[in-house]
């Protein structure tokens, strides 16, 4: 009689290599998202520059971003002039809420003023234009 061995059976066992490099690429990522090496959406803008800027108090606000080519955006997203007012006043509930206007150095004056008077008339008071410490 004859006898035939039986092969081995192998026992599954996980790659560490690809698991570890999946690790590392994510691990990457996460570190370029937090020190901001690759940008968030929303409009790039270069803040105008003053020797008082100052930091402002944690309170609940809305950011309004001033783009060239008449580009306006609430809070990352595109929003037409006419909106703004009725947007605003659906993120005001119960506590007064805070506009910072963050508006490239290339926009014009005029556009600004326009924009600034159009949340006064909508009864925003408390408007703040963003800029960098020189």
């Keep these: 009689m004859r006898s035939w061995n ?15 490099d999946v690790m590392m690429f994510l691990l990457v990522f996460f570190v370029l998202i ?9 409009l790039k803008t270069q803040l105008p520059g003053a020797a008082s800027a100052q930091q402002l108090k944690p309170q609940k606000k809305a950011i309004v971003t001033l783009g060239d080519n008449d580009r306006l955006q609430l809070d990352g997203q595109p929003i037409a002039l006419q909106d703004l007012v009725d947007k605003l006043k659906q993120q005001q509930q119960s506590e007064p ?38």
């Design 34 to 42: 937090s020190l901001n090496v690759i940008p968030a959406q929303g």
């Design 97 to 134: 809420l805070t506009i910072i206007l963050n508006s490239d150095k290339g926009v014009a004056v005029e556009r600004l003023v326009a924009v600034m008077d159009n949340l006064r008339q909508g009864g925003f008071t408390s408007v703040s234009i963003a800029t960098r410490k020189l």
């Design 6 to 20: 039986e092969a081995r059976k192998n026992k599954a066992h996980i790659e560490l290599i690809p698991m570890i």
